[in-house]
Nanobody, 124 residues
Framework: QVQLVESGGGLVQAGGSLRLSCAAS????????MGWFRQAPGKEREFVAA????????YYADSAKGRFTISRDNAKNTVYLQMNSLKPEDTAVYYC?????????????????WGQGTQVTVSS
């Protein structure tokens, strides 16, 4: 069992930055690929970024490339999402997830565990 707790969301002006954190419980954190997804009102949950178990491989949605950076610290059981140059269309609830099937990191339905989400609001 893995419990995930996100933090770091908030209200920021367009062009600003936020750093999201996702703290995981348990001693098997390094066994899981980790991902960040987001969901805006009335929309489906969409992939943002993911990272392999060791942190050596990262994946990004086109909307996140060049602006967001995913990283992880297995010693701290934490995954991060650094978000720069934020836009109003980035406004959503951001969720982190943990997945054992590391070949399917972009697919939300493959994830085994989810956090409760953290709200990110970008004002224009």
């Amino acid at each position: 069992q893995v419990q995930l707790v996100e933090s770091g969301g908030g209200l920021v002006q367009a062009g600003g930055s936020l750093r999201l954190s996702c703290a995981a419980s348990g001693r098997t954190f390094s066994s899981y690929g980790m991902g960040w997804f987001r969901q805006a009102p009335g929309k489906e949950r969409e992939f943002v970024a993911a990272i392999s178990r060791s942190g050596g491989i990262t994946y990004y949605a086109d909307s996140a490339k060049g602006r967001f950076t995913i990283s992880r610290d297995n010693a701290k059981n934490t995954v991060y999402l650094q978000m720069n140059s934020l836009k109003p269309e980035d406004t959503a609830v951001y969720y982190c997830g943990a997945v054992l099937a590391v070949t399917r990191l972009r697919v939300a339905t493959e994830y085994d565990y989810w956090g409760q989400g953290t709200q990110v609001t970008v004002s224009s």
